[in-house]
């Protein structure tokens, strides 16, 4: 039976002291709001429906794939009146229906599995874990294996409060009984809302069976304030950092380095300290990343090397053996194998052919501020320190520019071209000037 998804994502998320909805704050690149989705991930949700209220429309605005729809709660009137908004959307759904929060982003993949198994032999399945602080979540009241009730803090009596077992939110069903069951729900309770944890009580009273699927408390993880996304981004990096370490990455100072949620790096790369990856990254087997760089939405081949102090930007394609040094930022430019740009230059907008050499200083004048144009730089040229060049412009394969040039028409293979004034020297014209301004300086 196909799995449906519904992600509550409607809440105001008052302590987040911010304008924007809770679900769109991002933890290593990505909203929340994704974070949650990837949990789902092994269920292969057929239909993913996310109920939104608060800063509904920008919500929707995330482009997550067009199997994902949107529902609105325009009242928050509670998480059981929240996942009812999702009833018509499912009305034709026939297998599981999954609730998860768009606040809460590291559910693991394989803990929803477990879920789907539980399924097998229970009505409901509700996600618990043991919590070191209980505070104010809901308590499971359980009968052995059987789950008997959820009871909210608010409405719990002091034996109820002793129980350590909370629930997590998550909760799964068949849909139709799901929708069913909470048909059943009022609000008459200390809060005043619909409850989606009065579903295993309703179960309950009709003889079916539901069971608890236990997880580590830190896939429960929610974000309500900005400390609390800070303690998930700081818990996100510790992961990400020993996955790396895991899967033959090398890093000194592992605690300094930054991953995006879709960073990508081969067995054998080294990672020097004080690195951040931001989204859509993929670093090759064997490749060096340097101190102090900054990569985002680029890609870096087998033996590069990359850094200290590099700035790869969306686009940047460094293939095999290239050399990216200080100071230099590259964006939207392939730069073919082992061609080298050492020092202090911005290439964009550009193709650099295998094994060229740009020198320190090098600009692609790519933006005439209107629109953008393209520098082309063929095989083996050589491109002289402090070179200006003007886009839309190309240097043929071997060609060379003389330092400080400003290129304004293409360079043909193997021609040198030199665009700057020519060297003219005054003869003894230095000691001249400055006999005449001391004199000046002492007649004053
Ligand atoms: C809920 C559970 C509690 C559990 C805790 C875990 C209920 C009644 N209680 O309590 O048992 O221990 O989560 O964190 O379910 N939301 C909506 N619309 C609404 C209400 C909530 O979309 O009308 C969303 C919120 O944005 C949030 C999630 O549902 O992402 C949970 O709501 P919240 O108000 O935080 O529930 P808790 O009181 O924490
Ligand atoms: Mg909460």
């Not at 039976?1 to 302590?15: D, F, H, Q």
């Not at 709001?33 to 996310?50: K, P, W």
């Not at 359980?142 to 129980?163: C, Q, Y």
């Not at 290239?322 to 230059?345: M, P, Q, T």
Request: glycine fraction near 10%.
């Amino acid at each position: 039976m196909p799995n449906a998804l519904i992600v509550l994502a409607a809440g105001r998320g008052t302590r987040m002291q911010s304008d924007m909805p809770k679900v769109l704050h991002e933890v290593a690149g990505a909203p929340l709001l994704v974070h949650a989705l990837g949990s789902a991930s092994e269920l292969e949700a057929e239909r993913v429906v996310i109920v939104t209220g608060h800063g509904a429309e920008a919500v929707e605005a995330l482009d997550l794939g067009e199997h994902v729809e949107f529902v609105r709660q325009d009242e928050q009137l509670g998480t059981g009146h929240a996942v009812q908004q999702a009833k018509a959307a499912l009305e034709a759904h026939e297998g599981p229906v999954f609730v998860v929060y768009g606040d809460t982003p590291f559910i693991e993949p394989a803990t929803l599995a477990d879920m789907a198994k539980a399924l097998d032999n229970a009505s409901l399945a509700v996600l618990g874990f043991e919590a070191a602080d209980p505070g104010r979540y809901g308590r499971l009241v359980t009968d052995g294996e059987k789950l008997e009730k959820i009871v909210e803090w608010k409405d719990a009596s002091d034996e109820e409060r002793a129980i350590t077992l909370c629930n997590s939110g998550v909760l799964a069903g068949e849909s139709g009984l799901v929708f069913d069951l909470l048909d059943e729900v009022t609000n008459d309770n200390a809060a005043g809302e619909y409850y989606l944890t009065d579903l295993p009580a309703i179960a309950a009273s009709r003889g079916l069976v539901s069971r608890v699927v236990r997880c580590d408390e830190a896939e429960t993880m929610g974000v309500n304030s900005r400390s609390d996304l800070a303690a998930a981004s700081a818990a996100f990096q510790t992961r990400a950092r020993a996955a790396a370490l895991e899967a033959g990455v090398t890093m000194d100072a592992p605690e300094t380095v930054y991953f995006a949620y879709d960073t990508l790096l081969g067995r054998d790369c080294l990672v020097e300290p004080n690195v951040v990856f931001g989204p859509d990254v993929t670093v090759e087997t064997g490749a060096r990343i340097r101190a102090f760089s900054h990569l985002e939405g680029c890609h870096v081949s087998r033996g590069a090397i990359v850094g200290p102090y590099a700035r790869l930007r969306p686009g940047a394609e460094l293939a095999e053996d290239v050399r990216v040094g200080n100071f230099v930022e590259i964006k939207n430019a392939e730069v073919a194998e082992g061609a080298k740009v050492n020092h202090l230059s911005y290439i964009g907008d550009a193709a650099v052919g295998a094994g060229a050499n740009i020198g320190a200083g090098t600009i692609t004048c790519n933006y005439d501020g209107v629109m953008k144009h393209r520098t082309e730089i063929g095989k083996g040229a050589f491109i002289g320190s402090n070179t200006m060049l003007v886009a839309p412009v190309s240097v043929g394969d071997e060609a060379m520019t003389a330092s400080g040039s400003v290129i304004t028409s293409n360079v043909p293979d193997g021609d040198l071209a030199v665009a700057r004034t020519r060297q003219e020297n005054k003869s003894g014209l230095a000691r001249r000037l400055m006999a005449r301004l001391r004199e000046i300086k002492r007649s004053r």
